[in-house]
Structure formats: structure tokens, C-alpha cells
């Protein structure tokens, strides 16, 4: 585009002594528009900048610049919603815009007008809807006669919008102009009351279902997979939500999902522990315990199968009874073979001692034996023991694992002999001698006890005696422990911190050497400071050692 005519629309100036409008824009008609790099012509530049009179000017000479479009396809009308220009623009652009004005304007000039959806589906009501755009979508419901609120993205209402955006105040007044919008169905199959109850937005729920209580038995999916609100509720662990439903519609805990899962199934299949308290603190969710779904599972099978630990519901009265699923299966049945390991063991303890047993009978009974349980008083409890030759090969695994321990520490005490043998040679005939003049105050005295390093020797050699000492001790404390291979755990706790002092030990007996060495040669301190670095290389092989056989394991 010319500058000159680029400058005038920018500005608005219609024409001077050095510029006349028509001229160009004849000659334009002749060779053609002339656009911007982004393909806007005069008219899109003047509608950016608000100079509504210079647009009028430009479509008395050529009215087809109107419907020129950009290379966004927009035309000039888009482009003045945008910047929220009132002369003329599109509803839609206003109203994502959020220029009320421009809103105003143009709903009141024709309030017979249905505005269509643009190719999004989107309708004006729609865009205020999911913006929060309430004053717009007031201004919309108000003056339109006919406010289009036909299905917009993936056939969703206005008010589906409002919920899933948590919009409270647009949710209110769609709801006060429509109520039946809350019944219609999305692409998925879920209206806004499904939405407001997964969102945990309780009191849109509650004048939604004191307008129509039924609403709360509407399907939410496909024909083949669908569920229910308190279904909804169950899956997102709302506590809250579950007593409103419940509140309005007590039956509703009876629904079944596709499935024929109940509320206590979801809630046991999404780990939501504090839903399933909740349902069983209630006498009159007591059928729902030992409901069997589609596959015969009752929720302690689909317990059993989680890997998870609710002690309400598997010592639930209703619970205690015998269930097979489909696959003649019980919940022990199941949890033998489950993989969660994170809360299966207490999980196992629990199921057996109430004696709930399956087709598994035999291998159970295999391994465990059940034998009445003195502390219950009413004599009906049981607990639950390994049987006597299982014993056997338990107690054989422990002594062999407990032997190959104590071979381990026969080398490990050697070791601390030793150390604790050197260290106290050091100790007696310390490096640089004594002081044996007679006549001297100091006599007996250690020569280099003033430098600093015959003081670090001192320590270190005293720290690596007493952690060897230490280490021998608790050998022979484990020489004790040994004999009873059903104290493994303890034996293996006292190697682990022996060894742990043995390696403290063997540390500090390389600092005293090096610490020893520096105190005798520190009149040549080169000769002092490289044997000390040569010393002190033993540490650093010891752990590039380490670091190469943890990465091979």
C-alpha cells in the first residue's frame, strides 16, 4: 500500500491540499486494492484505528472494499469488533472481545436478529457464557427476542459452558431464563448437572435438582458406558456432594452404573477411602457391600484386587459372608494373586482371620493354618500361623543366611584386631619422640605435641581405636545373637552399624598416617604435602571403587 494512503487511514485525514481521497481510490479500481503485507486494505486500516468517518468516505466511492477480507479472512467488521470500535462490527468478535458497548449496540439496532454460530459453533450467548462474560450475556438474554442457544462445540450449551468454566453468575441467569438447558446432552452424553457435581459446585447442583429431583437419575455417556451424579460424586472423593444428592434424592444411592457397579464399587476402584467410611457409617447403605457387578465382584473383591487396606469394609457384618465372582473367585482368591504390594500384606492378615476362603482352599491351607485366637472372647476369631513344616524350611532359609553372616564378620574382626592393634603400637611410640632430657620440665613430654598436626594425629588415631573396639564388641554380641537364627533381624541390624564402625576406623587410621607423616616432615613441606596426598588417595580409590560397582549392580 502507498504510504500516503496508509497515513491518511491511519490518521483518518480524508483529504488536503496535498491529498485527495478519491484520486487514489480510483485509481485503485483501476490496477486494484491495494493491501498491507497482511493482505488488509484502506478500509481494515481505518476500522483498526476507529475512523469511522474516513471508512464511510472510502465505501461511498467503492463500496466492494466491505466485503474484502484479509489474510485471516477477516474483513474490516471483524477487525473493529476486535478493537471494540461501535460504528459497525460482528456480535461475535465484540463479544470475545469484551466490549460491552459494542455488544449493546448491536443487539439493539436489530433485536429480531437470530445471530447464527460462527464456524466454531460458537454462538454469541455462548462465547459471554464460556468467557464469564455476564453483563454481555444480560445484555443478550434481554434484548434478543430470539437468543440463539443452539448446540455449540462438541454440542454443548450455553450453560454447559457456564459450568465447566465455574461461571456462578452466568449459571444463575441461564438458568433463571432456561431451566430445561441443564437437561441437554453433550457429545458425551453428560448434561450440566453432571459437570456442576464433578466440579464439586454443590449449590448450582442444589437449585438444579429442587427445580427437578429426577435429574439426579440421568445417565451420564454412551449407551454402552455410561454412569450416574453420585457416581460422579464417588469417583472424585466428594464427601459433600454424595449427602446433597443424597439429601434431594435418598434412592439415588441404589444406582448402578453400566457396569452394575454401585456407589461403594467406584468409590473402591478410585482408592477413595473417605467416600467408602462415609457410605458404610450409613445402616442404609448396608446393601450395597455384597452388591455383585457385571463380573460377580462385590467392592472386597475389587478391594482385594486394588492392593488397598479399608478395615471398615472387610470386617463390614455384610462382608463376612462368602461371594464368589464370575470366576469363582473370592477376595482372597484375589489377593493371593494381586501384585500391588504397597498395603497387601496387612490386606492378606486381615482377610484370613474371618476364614474367607475360595476355590484356593488347598494351596492356602498349604501354607497357613488357623487356629482360634485366645484374645478373642467371643471365640469366633482366628489367627493365622504358618503350619509346622513351612516352619521348618523357614527356620533351615534363616540359619543358613544367618552362617553366611558370621563367616562374613570372621573376616570383618580380623580386621578390626588389626586396626585396633596398630593403633595403639601409635599411640605408645608416637612420631618424633619424647623429650628425655632430664634436667627439662617437659621431661617424658611428646616433642611435637604444639603442631597442629600431631594434635590431628592424636584424635584420629584415638577415633580409629575406639570404633575398631567398638566393632569387636558388638562381633561378640553377635556371636550371641547368632544362636537363634529367629533373631536374624537383630543380628543383621548389629553387621550393619559393625560395619559401619569398622569403615569409620579404617578412616581415620588414613588420616592419622597422613596427619603423623605431615607432623614429622614438615621442615620439607613438599616432601610433607605429597605424602600426605599419597595417603589420602587410598579414600579416593575407595569410593571410584564403589561408585564403579554400584553402576555394574
Not at 475360595?358 to 485366645?374: A, H, L, M, S, W
Request: proline share 4%; hydrophobic share 40%; net charge negative.
Amino acid at each position: 500500500m502507498e504510504p500516503t494512503l496508509y497515513s491518511a487511514a491511519m490518521r483518518g485525514n480524508i483529504g488536503d491540499g496535498d491529498f485527495i481521497l478519491v484520486d487514489h481510490l480510483k485509481r485503485d479500481e483501476e490496477n486494484g486494492y491495494q493491501v498491507t503485507p497482511k493482505g488488509n486494505t484502506v478500509v481494515h486500516v481505518a476500522a483498526l484505528y476507529g475512523h469511522s468517518h474516513f471508512a464511510a468516505e472510502v465505501l461511498k466511492i467503492t463500496p466492494a472494499l466491505l466485503r474484502c477480507q484479509n489474510k485471516k479472512n477477516e474483513t474490516a467488521l471483524h477487525i473493529a469488533a476486535n478493537e471494540g470500535h461501535t460504528e459497525v462490527v460482528p456480535l461475535h468478535k465484540a463479544v470475545r472481545s469484551q466490549h460491552l458497548d459494542v455488544v449493546k449496540l448491536l443487539v439493539k439496532e436489530d433485536p429480531e436478529f437470530e445471530f447464527p454460530p460462527n464456524h466454531a459453533q460458537e454462538t454469541p450467548l455462548y462465547l459471554a457464557a464460556e468467557s464469564g462474560f455476564h453483563d454481555a450475556l444480560i445484555v443478550i438474554l434481554e434484548s434478543c427476542k430470539k437468543p440463539t442457544y443452539a448446540a455449540g462445540p462438541s454440542n454443548r450449551t450455553p450453560l454447559h459452558a457456564a459450568v465447566i468454566q465455574e461461571h456462578k453468575d452466568c449459571i444463575r441467569s441461564l438458568w433463571r431464563w432456561n431451566k430445561p438447558l441443564c437437561e441437554e446432552l453433550d457429545l458425551w452424553g453428560w448434561n450440566s448437572l453432571h459437570y456442576a457435581v464433578k466440579l464439586g459446585l454443590i449449590d448450582v447442583v442444589s437449585y438444579m435438582l429442587r427445580w427437578k429431583k429426577s435429574l439426579v437419575y440421568l445417565p451420564a455417556g454412551s449407551e454402552n458406558d455410561w454412569t450416574t451424579a453420585i457416581h460422579i460424586a464417588a469417583s472424585e472423593g466428594d464427601v459433600n456432594m454424595i449427602n446433597e444428592l443424597l439429601n434431594h434424592s435418598p434412592d439415588c444411592r441404589d444406582l448402578l452404573n453400566s457396569n452394575n457397579q454401585n456407589t461403594l464399587h467406584v468409590a473402591v476402584l478410585n482408592n477413595q477411602d473417605e467416600v467408602v467410611r462415609f457410605l458404610l457409617d450409613s445402616d442404609k447403605c448396608d446393601s450395597l457391600v455384597d452388591e455383585p457387578d457385571s463380573d460377580g465382584n462385590t467392592p472386597l473383591h475389587l478391594l482385594a484386587a486394588s492392593g488397598n487396606h479399608v478395615p471398615e469394609l472387610i470386617n463390614h457384618p455384610r462382608a463376612k459372608k462368602m461371594s464368589f465372582n464370575k470366576e469363582n473367585q473370592t477376595p482372597l482368591d484375589i489377593a493371593l494373586s494381586c501384585k500391588v504390594a504397597t498395603k497387601k500384606e496387612k490386606l492378606m492378615e486381615d482377610l484370613c482371620s474371618i476364614g474367607r476362603f475360595g476355590k484356593r482352599d488347598n494351596e492356602v491351607k498349604q501354607k497357613y493354618e488357623y487356629i482360634p485366637n485366645p484374645n478373642d472372647e467371643t471365640g469366633t476369631g482366628v489367627k493365622m500361623q504358618l503350619r509346622e513344616d513351612d516352619h521348618d524350611k523357614a527356620k533351615k532359609a534363616d540359619q543358613e543366611e544367618v552362617e553366611s553372616i558370621m563367616k562374613s564378620a570372621q573376616l570383618h574382626i580380623v580386621v578390626a584386631t588389626l586396626i585396633m592393634t596398630v593403633t595403639f603400637a601409635a599411640g605408645i611410640t608416637l612420631p618424633g619422640g619424647f623429650e628425655s632430657n632430664p634436667d627439662s620440665n617437659n621431661q617424658g613430654m611428646a616433642i611435637l605435641i604444639r603442631k597442629t598436626a600431631f594434635r590431628a594425629f592424636v584424635v584420629s588415631d584415638a577415633i580409629a581405636f575406639t570404633f575398631s573396639a567398638v566393632a569387636i564388641f558388638i562381633y561378640f554380641l553377635m556371636a550371641d545373637v547368632s544362636i537363634d537364627p529367629e533373631d536374624k533381624k537383630t543380628l543383621e541390624k548389629l553387621y550393619h552399624l559393625s560395619g559401619v564402625c569398622l569403615c569409620l576406623s579404617m578412616l581415620a587410621v588414613v588420616i592419622a598416617f597422613a596427619t603423623g607423616m605431615f607432623a614429622t616432615l614438615s621442615h620439607s613441606l613438599g616432601l610433607a604435602i605429597t605424602v600426605c596426598f599419597i595417603g589420602c588417595l587410598s579414600i579416593l580409590l575407595y569410593f571410584l571403587a564403589f561408585m564403579y560397582t554400584w553402576r555394574k549392580i
